[in-house]
T-cell receptor
Framework: GQNIDQPTEMTATEGAIVQINCTYQ??????LFWYQQHAGEAPTFLSY??LDGLEEKGRFSSFLSRSKGYSYLLLKELQMKDSASYLC??????????WGAGTKLIIKP | ETGVTQTPRHLVMGMTNKKSLKCEQH?????MYWYKQSAKKPLELMFV???????ENNSVPSRFSPECPNSSHLFLHLHTLQPEDSALYLC??????????????FGAGSRLTVL
């Protein structure tokens, strides 16, 4: 079956760095997405990786290793507003999105 | 208005009621989606309308009925729901086809409570 695994919850300190991991098993692969969702709000698009390597966007970076079925989202210089859930999703060979259950990130002062 | 708008934001209904959720997108996208989001579970795709074609998840009960009158509007009609249907219902849109990733733009969701 198809499966996405990511930690349920993580805690980090303001100003620090945190890495949220995502492992996947899908029928084929057409890219991996990360979305951010603040409580009570819409998920918003953060990043898309389809080739191996690191993509950097300001304080956020996303990494992909297709051979390992692995991705991570790296958040630097954490701010209180980064407290949110982070959703990992893979697109399979039929271009269907397979979602993880999300990682709730708690930032402490 | 911009983006994807969902109404109502909150809905409480009894098991015998009939209600509808509404979604409107102002992005000119050609695909619209209904997702169910339950606590600590992955997003569950319920229905997709893409280029006037409907794709549905066969596990969605018939008490959920979608309607897409045009490319900008999407409804989810609810009838004789069960308490386990209580969840956040998210609407999304995207531009399918062409180059690049099929990025979804979500609405803020309709929080449904079935008593």
């Amino acid at each position: 079956g198809q499966n996405i695994d990511q930690p349920t919850e993580m805690t980090a300190t303001e100003g620090a760095i945190v890495q949220i991991n995502c492992t996947y098993q899908t029928s084929g692969f057409n890219g991996l997405f990360w979305y951010q969702q603040h409580a009570g709000e819409a998920p918003t698009f953060l990043s898309y990786n389809v080739l191996d390597g690191l993509e950097e966007k300001g304080r956020f970076s996303s990494f992909l290793s297709r051979s390992k079925g692995y991705s991570y989202l790296l958040l630097k210089e954490l701010q209180m507003k980064d407290s949110a859930s982070y959703l990992c999703a893979c697109m399979d060979s039929n271009y269907q999105l397979i979602w993880g259950a999300g990682t709730k990130l708690i930032i402490k002062p | 208005e911009t983006g994807v708008t969902q109404t109502p934001r909150h809905l409480v209904m009894g098991m015998t009621n009939k209600k509808s959720l509404k979604c409107e997108q102002h992005l000119g996208h050609n695909a619209m989606y209904w997702y169910k989001q339950s606590a600590k579970k992955p997003l569950e795709l319920m229905f997709v309308y893409s280029l006037e074609e409907r794709v549905e998840n066969n596990s969605v009960p018939s008490r959920f009925s979608p309607e897409c009158p045009n490319s900008s509007h999407l409804f989810l009609h609810l009838h004789t729901l069960q308490p386990e249907d209580s969840a956040l219902y998210l609407c999304a849109s995207s531009q399918k086809g062409g180059s690049g990733a099929n990025v979804l733009t979500f609405g803020a969701g309709s929080r449904l409570t079935v008593l």
